[in-house]
T-cell receptor
Framework: GAVVSQHPSRVICKSGTSVKIECRSLDFQATTMFWYRQFPKKSLMLMAT?????????EQGVEKDKFLINHASLTLSTLTVTSAHPEDSSFYIC???????????FGAGTRLSVL | AQSVSQHNHHVILSEAASLELGCNYSYGGTVNLFWYVQYPGQHLQLLLK??????LVKGIKGFEAEFIKSKFSFNLRKPSVQWSDTAEYFC????????????FGGGTRLMVKP
């Protein structure tokens, strides 16, 4: 099946720093990528949808200036958590959708801990 | 707003027991339905999907799900679980007019005792 690679798998940073998370589709081109946040014992909450070459669409309540999304190519999307604070600590998961498919393929997730 | 409910948050079964996990959604129109599984320490993987046609869908690893439109349900079943089925299971819905967006249920954590 299609493979989505997410990096890093775990990051610990100091409060106030920025963290970049990469999401790559390894064996397919992804016209659309998604970023989710998963709180402990909760489901995945969609943060934003990004389409290659255009601005991301953010869900209500998600600060676009805080969570910068760039989808510069058909195989790479990045999420940058700017000026991270402890409340941003969470598990972030990306997914990618191949062209003309309705199935999303998920990355392994990134656990962010902000001290 | 669109919502997806998984009523069982935690399920504990012994090996060889039968499994049924409930999933209900609130959207009234045409939907695409999915079950994903997340094994410990691994990423979400697609178990099965329903787009149209036969409402009884067979997926990988012996799982199946039945779409009952009148009940807005898409329950997941397996006749005989194994210890290796220990994982978290997520139901997800994509309304047909909502582009690519998936709405996930809260997940069900299944533990199978050997």
């Amino acid at each position: 099946g299609a493979v989505v690679s997410q990096h890093p798998s775990r990051v610990i940073c100091k409060s106030g720093t920025s963290v970049k998370i990469e999401c790559r589709s390894l064996d397919f081109q992804a016209t659309t990528m998604f970023w989710y946040r998963q709180f402990p014992k909760k489901s995945l909450m969609l943060m934003a949808t990004s389409n290659e070459g255009s601005k991301a669409t953010y869900e209500q309540g998600v600060e676009k200036d805080k969570f910068l999304i760039n989808h510069a190519s058909l195989t790479l999307s990045t999420l940058t958590v700017t000026s991270a604070h402890p409340e941003d600590s969470s598990f972030y998961i990306c997914s990618a959708r191949p062209f003309r498919e309705y199935i999303q393929y998920f990355g392994a997730g990134t656990r962010l801990s902000v001290l | 707003a669109q919502s997806v409910s998984q009523h069982n948050h935690h399920v504990i079964l012994s090996e060889a027991a039968s499994l049924e996990l409930g999933c209900n959604y609130s959207y009234g129109g045409t939907v695409n339905l999915f079950w994903y599984v997340q094994y410990p320490g691994q990423h979400l993987q697609l178990l099965l999907k329903y787009f149209s046609g036969d409402p009884l869908v067979k997926g990988i690893k012996g799982f199946e799900a039945e779409f009952i439109k009148s009940k807005f349900s898409f329950n997941l079943r397996k006749p005989s679980v194994q210890w290796s089925d220990t994982a978290e299971y997520f139901c997800a819905v994509n309304p047909d007019n909502a582009g690519n967006m998936l709405t996930f249920g809260g997940g069900t954590r299944l533990m199978v005792k050997p």
